[in-house]
Nanobody
Framework: EVHLVESGGGLVQPGGSLRLSCAFSGGTFTTYHMGWVRQAPGQGDEWVSLIDNYGGSTRYADSVKGRFTISRDNGKNTLYLQMNSLKPEDTAAYYC?????????????????????RGQGTQVTVSS
């Protein structure tokens, strides 16, 4: 059974940076395209970023493009999200997501919220 465990969240001032990590276990990491979503209080999931199973292709929501960078280390079974120039509106719980094995990159790019599993989340609060 796959498990995803996020870490790295915290309180940061506007303009600051954080690096989130997601430890993957219970399967073959390179089998899966991965991503990040976030959820602010009282709101639904907001897609943030995607990365293909070998890290060769990425996608970003317009709201984070140019500020966030997704990456993965397949040797360490770990997914990352580097977040720079953070804004108060980035405040949310951030979740690492896994997509069903065999799902095409094209399909995931069109429907990034159609993941089949996510971790427990890590809270990011951007405030002065």
């Amino acid at each position: 059974e796959v498990h995803l465990v996020e870490s790295g969240g915290g309180l940061v001032q506007p303009g600051g940076s954080l690096r989130l990590s997601c430890a993957f276990s219970g399967g073959t990491f390179t089998t899966y395209h991965m991503g990040w979503v976030r959820q602010a209080p009282g709101q639904g999931d907001e897609w943030v970023s995607l990365i293909d199973n070998y890290g060769g292709s990425t996608r970003y929501a317009d709201s984070v493009k140019g500020r966030f960078t997704i990456s993965r280390d397949n040797g360490k079974n770990t997914l990352y999200l580097q977040m720079n120039s953070l804004k108060p509106e980035d405040t949310a719980a951030y979740y690492c997501t896994k997509y069903r094995q065999g799902t095409s990159w094209w399909y995931i790019s069109q429907r990034p919220l159609d993941y089949d599993y996510r971790g427990q989340g890590t809270q990011v609060t951007v405030s002065s």
